[in-house]
């Protein structure tokens, strides 16, 4: 499904270097201390930053020439970005149109996929009239409405308590299956992983150091690093 083969980066005076290939359909959580590459990355596959060498391929597609909003994936930020002067099925359907012009069948499809999160009565409001495990359902429609084949989660759920956060990948879970996308997960939630993940990737100093799946993640692992982060739970460092 994606394919990062032999990426390089720098920034000022740090060297990242990735190499990995993940199957598709998984959900995959990318775990590791603050500042080891983890956002790092997802821009590069996202494409808000480019390599020195190496290539990135989506379904067998090299994307490194290809603009991050052309790419087959959708991105979901900490912020959410919803637009305050648009109604939650407008924020939803800038998925499918930028300009709104949205046919039947689209507005069909706006109301199941919100069906299917859990807002479907939430249609003509607005952010600011809804909560913020609602504004987070929002955003996971309108990630999902695109039917991109890949999803690329940037702690979105960070902020939210953890029965929220709970609801939330459970959605993802659900939705991923439902849609057939895989999803690449940034945490430093240990629960998280354990609860949503397929796999898991550990990135340590700017590369990969263990990816496997998720039933592998455990304090018993023979890297020090990932013993570490395991063994200090949901506690960030």
Known sequence: MI????????????KFSFDVDIPRGGIVAILGASG???????NLIAGFIKPLSG??????????????????????FQEMNLFAH???ADNIGLGLHPGLKLSQQQRSCVLDICKLVG??????????????????RVALARCFIQN??????DEPFSALDPILREEMLAIVKNMAHIKKVTVLMVTHHISDA???????IFVEQGTITSFDEIAKLTSYNKNPALKKFVQAGDVRY
């Open 55 to 76: 290539d990135i391929k989506i379904t067998g597609m090299s994307v490194l020439d290809i603009e991050p909003h052309l790419r087959p994936l959708a991105m979901l």
């Open 119 to 136: 807002i479907d009565t939430l249609l003509t409001r607005f952010p600011e009239q809804l909560s913020g495990g609602q504004k987070q």
């Open 194 to 200: 354990l609860s949503a993940a397929s796999h898991y």
């Open 86 to 88: 648009l109604s939650v």
């Open 3 to 14: 394919r990062l083969s032999n990426v390089t980066y720098q920034y000022q005076q740090e």
């Open 36 to 42: 080891a590459g983890k956002s790092t990355l997802l």
């Open 148 to 153: 991109k084949p890949l999803l690329l989660l």
